[in-house]
């Protein structure tokens, strides 16, 4: 067992009308995950369904405290934007959660 940061990400308050500024911050966005995940710091992210409480996803991240969390989100696109705002929680679970990507690669039908 260990500590992890679990990451809510929620609708931030900024609004941009111009949909290619939209597309090239979640396209940075996007890449920010692929990065994170190729250094192993980003153990799992994905969407929510729509839903009523702006939940839009989740990340946990391989850091064990709120500061280092707070610096990896701050190299994302759409959160520095304001299109999404983050909550982080300190989270403990499994050591093994790691190996999650590796298996995960093995039986995705998607790739992002």
């Known amino acids: 067992m260990k500590y992890y940061s679990f990451v809510l990400l929620k609708t931030g308050a900024t609004k941009i009308t111009d949909k290619d500024s939209v597309n090239r911050l979640f396209d940075g966005h996007m890449k920010n995950i692929q990065r994170l995940a190729k250094e192993k710091k980003l ?3 994905g969407p929510f369904g729509k839903n009523e409480r702006d939940y839009r996803g989740i990340f946990i991240l391989n850091v064990k405290t709120i500061k280092e969390a707070e ?3 701050a190299t994302d696109p759409a959160i ?3 299109l999404l705002i983050s909550e982080i929680t300190l989270w403990y679970g499994s050591a093994a959660l790691p190996l999650y990507l590796e298996a995960s690669k093995k039986v995705n039908k998607f790739k992002f």
């Open 71 to 73: 610096a990896l989100l």
């Open 80 to 82: 520095n934007a304001g």
């Open 43 to 45: 153990i799992v992210a």
